[in-house]
C-alpha cells in the first residue's frame, strides 16, 4: 500500500484510533520522493536482507518489500502492529519483531528469520531507519560498536546530526560522534529532508545518512577503548589543550612528558581536540598507550 497521501494516512489513523506518542519519537515519512531516495541509497535488491527499525505505519517498510529478498523489522510500540497488518497486507517477505532496537542483538535477530542464512556469521545485511531523534546516537553507535554483519546502513536523522556525523576537522560540528562514526564506517550525507514530508511535522530538519562499514579503522589503533578515551577526552573539555587532556587520562602522565611527547611525534601539545584529524587522533593515542603500558609503569 502506498502512504504517501495525508489523507490516507490520517485515514488509517483514524480508523485504528491511534495516538502518537512524543515519547517515542513518532513522526512518520508520508513522501514517496524521499522513500525511493533510501531506497535508492542503500542499493537494495532481492540479494539483501534488510533489518529496519521503526516501521511506523509501514511506508518506508513497503517500499524495501519491494525491492529486497527480505526485510526484518524492529518495531516497539505494539499500537501499530494492527495498522501495520493492513498497510502490509501481501508483503509476505517482511517480519516484525516487537521490541527496543537498543536492547536487540540484530545479529541474533537476522540470523533467526532468515533461517540461520543472514546475521551473525553469515551472509551480511543491510539496516534502514528512519530513527527517532531522541535515541539517534545511541542506536547508530550500538549498530556500530556492537561489530554486527552489517555491510551498509541508511539512517533518517536530524539535520544536525548529520552534519556532525560528516563533519571534518576545524569546524564547530566536528567532535566525539565524527571520530566515533569514522572509525567504523564511511559516512556519506544523501540528501538534505524537509519538515513537511512526515506526519505529524518535527520541529527541526532531518537529513538521510549512508553508513559503508568499514573492514578496518582508516588508521591503525593500537587499542580501541584507549583510543576513544582519548577523543572523549579531548572533546569532553574543547577548550582545553591536549597537553592537558591527555595529562588528565592517567596518573602516570606528567603534563611535561605529555607535551614532550606529543613534540617528538609531530604534535604541537598546545593545540585542541577539533583541529586534528582521525590519523592524528590514532598518533596520538598509539604513542600514549604505550608510555602509559611501557615497561616500569604498570
Not at 494516512?9 to 524521499?34: A, P, T, Y
Not at 550500538?142 to 551498509?152: K, P, V
Not at 566525539?176 to 544523501?190: D, F, H, I, R
Not at 593500537?222 to 577548550?239: I, L
Request: with cysteine.
Amino acid at each position: 500500500m502506498k502512504l504517501y497521501s495525508p489523507a490516507i494516512v490520517r485515514q488509517i489513523i483514524e480508523k485504528h484510533k491511534f495516538h502518537f506518542q512524543k515519547s517515542l519519537g513518532q513522526n512518520f515519512l508520508i513522501d514517496g520522493n524521499i522513500v525511493n531516495k533510501i531506497v535508492e541509497a542503500a542499493g537494495i535488491n532481492t540479494d539483501d536482507t534488510v533489518l529496519e527499525i521503526g516501521a511506523g505505519i509501514g511506508t518506508l517498510t513497503s517500499a524495501l518489500a519491494e525491492k529486497a529478498g527480505k526485510v526484518v523489522v524492529i518495531e516497539i510500540d505494539k499500537n501499530l502492529l494492527p495498522i501495520l497488518g493492513e498497510t502490509l497486507a501481501g508483503c509476505e517477505n517482511v517480519e516484525i519483531f516487537t521490541g527496543n532496537a537498543l536492547r536487540t542483538d540484530f545479529d541474533e535477530l537476522v540470523y533467526e528469520k532468515t533461517g540461520g542464512v543472514y546475521g551473525k556469521g553469515q551472509r551480511a545485511y543491510k539496516v534502514v531507519a528512519n530513527l527517532p531523534y531522541y535515541i539517534t546516537t545511541p542506536l547508530v553507535m550500538h549498530a556500530l560498536e556492537s561489530h554486527f554483519n552489517i555491510d551498509l546502513m541508511v539512517f533518517m536523522v536530524q539535520k544536525e546530526v548529520a552534519e556532525r556525523i560528516v563533519a571534518q576537522p576545524g569546524g564547530k560540528d566536528y567532535g566525539a560522534l565524527t571520530l566515533g562514526v569514522n572509525y567504523y564506517s564511511e559516512p556519506q550525507k544523501v540528501i538534505r529532508v524537509p519538515k513537511k514530508v512526515f506526519m505529524p511535522q518535527p520541529e527541526v530538519e532531518s537529513a538521510v545518512v549512508r553508513l559503508k562499514t568499514r573492514a578496518k579503522p582508516p588508521a591503525l589503533v593500537e587499542d580501541e577503548e584507549f583510543f576513544f578515551q582519548v577523543v572523549r577526552a579531548a572533546f569532553g573539555q574543547r577548550r582545553k589543550t591536549l597537553a592537558n587532556t591527555v595529562s588528565g587520562l592517567n596518573d602516570k602522565l606528567e603534563k611535561s612528558t605529555v607535551a614532550k611527547t606529543l613534540s617528538d611525534i609531530g604534535i604541537d601539545p598546545g593545540r585542541r581536540g577539533e583541529t586534528l584529524s582521525f590519523e592524528e587522533f590514532a598518533r596520538i593515542a598509539n604513542t600514549i598507550y604505550l608510555l602509559v603500558h611501557a615497561p616500569g609503569n604498570n
